[in-house]
């Protein structure tokens, strides 16, 4: 039965293309990934023309298996579309349906057909279905896996954005932290700041955990072994931004980081001033400056 059915399914495409292709487009055109301005109608038309020919290509060697070779190309290029619309921001819904919207204007044209009868309609409705379902689930498929490297992406670029590592002054380096830290993120950041200190020759590293919401347990390991590293490369690192509720609940817990901390980040700077011999000096500016 599935030789028949890619037979006809075949010919309907080849006889009736460009009923076919009309039909789809203006589905297609209705649909809610032309609507939202994401793709132009010029780029859907192209699309939806280069997969049909495909198709029809496929269908010649009389097999209705979409994992075999004779698809390969209908499945590469459905793959290019699917990895595109991950990144365009198309929701699944809409990848989905630029294959599965095919089937209506499909089905109308076996029905249109003279000389298709009840067992030839039969056959070809279900080729048509089980193609198109298994070519459907393809472009689900490299969507989801293209939409989750994106993701996996943006995030990491967001964790090396968010621990940006300041130069305060010759030598002396500033590490804002905002946000949780987790083991991933600890990484990111515990590589930032050896690099730069490497690139700065740094002897001191401020840590500023003014925007950490809390302070347990795991966030304390997280910071010594931040702190460790950076001993290891021959800075002495400092904590500030440790608010009156972080302390309490560090006392609580009973952690103790083992390392200089202090209230503000000001603080901290000037402990690193004092610590390489530098200090600030306001200097009263000349009087013609002053009038």
């Known amino acids: 039965m599935s030789t028949d059915g890619a037979g006809v399914l075949e010919r309907i495409l080849t006889e009736d293309e460009a009923a076919i292709l009309d039909a789809w487009n203006t589905a297609l055109r209705e649909g809610a990934s032309l609507q939202g301005g994401r793709i132009r109608e010029a780029e859907l038309r192209t699309q939806a023309k280069a997969v049909l020919g495909q198709l029809r290509d496929a269908l010649a060697s009389n097999s209705l298996d979409a994992d075999g070779e004779g698809f390969a190309p209908l499945r590469e290029t459905l793959a290019d579309i699917s990895r595109s619309r991950a990144i365009q921001g198309f929701t699944p819904t809409d990848t989905a349906n630029f294959v599965f919207s095919l089937k209506e204007p499909i089905f109308e044209a076996l029905r249109r057909s003279a000389d298709v009868d009840a067992s030839t309609l039969a056959a070809g409705v279900w080729a048509a279905g089980k193609v198109l379902d298994r070519l459907g689930l393809h472009t689900m498929e490299v969507f989801l896996a293209s939409r989750e490297e994106v993701i996996g992406r943006q995030g990491q670029e967001i964790a090396e954005l968010s621990t940006p ?16 830290l987790d083991s991933a993120r600890t990484g990111v950041v515990m590589e930032n700041l050896l690099q730069a200190i490497v690139d700065e020759e740094a002897e001191i590293a401020i840590i500023d955990i003014t925007g950490v919401p809390t302070v347990d347990t795991l966030v304390a390991q997280h910071l010594l072994k931040t ?21 309490q609940t560090m006392v609580h817990l009973g952690v103790e980081l083992n390392v200089v901390s202090k209230a503000t980040l000001a603080d901290a700077f000037a402990v690193a001033l004092k610590r390489t011999g530098r200090k600030v000096v306001r200097q009263q500016a000349p009087a013609e400056e002053r009038r």
Do not use: E, N
Not at 227 to 247: E, F, H
């Open 227 to 247: 702190v460790a590293a950076a001993r290891l490369m021959g800075a002495d690192c400092i904590v500030s931004g440790i608010r009156p509720q972080i302390a």
């Open 165 to 180: 590592v300041v130069r305060l002054w010759d030598g002396i380096l500033a590490l804002p932290l905002i946000g949780t």
